[in-house]
């Protein structure tokens, strides 16, 4: 979609129903997917979902050595600073749900139920009027958190949910479609919008995350371009 700078929230239809929430799997994913959104909605909440930190003596991980850290605990402890000071950028606040990274552990998919439970508690406490979750493509943990973020939507009626393309795992062909075909066969549907989003904070809050910049490969104007949303519903018969 094509990024605008962003009108008076009060005055802009194009925006989703305010309270908002935005679901990120790891402490990078809401800005790198959703921080024109963010930017153009201040005072939303960003749920990050795997925030724990590795068990002491944790092998350092390819990713982690690629982000230029030589420890789990140090990568970790780098990454809060930078979602801070990201979040702070575009005017949200976060809150952690306390999950390991998959990188960090061989049973991560045995989280799954636990990950549902706190998140609904977590979004039922928030009352959020729209909530923007990760379609979910390719990373495991992207798949995890949207699959639960799925079944809490139906428990939370009269909220507008959104889905944000994955960035930039969102970039690999046909993942996209891939997803959406899946969620369809669920009985959910996927309309394409058109979100107003803030394009000069999202590059701005994007240069927070360094060291991912680092393992990416990529520049945070780079990593801007990409914001697309999707209206989830159940078709003709949903009412959120």
């Known amino acids: 979609m094509d990024l605008a700078q962003a009108p008076n929230p009060a005055d802009d239809p194009s925006l989703p129903p305010s309270p908002l929430v935005v679901i990120s799997p790891h402490l990078d994913d809401a800005v790198l997917s959703c921080a024109g959104l963010l930017a153009a909605r201040p005072g939303s909440t960003v749920v990050t979902v795997f925030t724990a930190r590795a068990p002491a003596q944790h092998p350092l991980t390819d990713w982690d050595r690629r982000c230029g850290f030589d420890s789990a605990d140090a990568a970790m402890t780098c990454r809060l600073a930078e979602d801070r000071e990201a979040l702070g950028i575009v005017g949200a606040v976060g809150r952690e749900l306390g999950f390991l990274d998959c ?3 061989a049973t991560a998919d045995q989280d799954g139920p636990q ?3 706190r998140l609904f508690h977590l979004l039922a406490s928030l009352a959020p009027a729209s909530v923007a979750m990760p379609l979910g493509v390719f990373h495991c943990d992207h798949e995890r958190v949207s699959d639960a973020a799925l079944m809490i939507r139906a428990a939370l009626p009269g909220v507008a949910w959104f889905g944000y393309e994955d960035v930039p795992h969102c970039e690999r062909p046909g993942v996209v479609q891939a997803r959406l075909s ?5 009985g959910v549907m996927a309309t394409p919008v058109r979100l107003t989003v803030d394009a000069a ?3 701005r809050a994007i240069q927070a995350y360094a060291s991912q910049l680092k393992g990416l490969e990529s ?3 780079e990593l801007a371009v990409h914001e697309t949303y999707w209206r989830l519903t159940n078709g003709a018969a949903d009412t959120d």
């Open 103 to 105: 990188q960090y552990t």
């Open 219 to 221: 520049t945070a104007l």
């Open 182 to 186: 899946q969620l369809l066969a669920r």
């Open 115 to 117: 990950i549902t439970e």
């Open 201 to 203: 904070s999202k590059a």
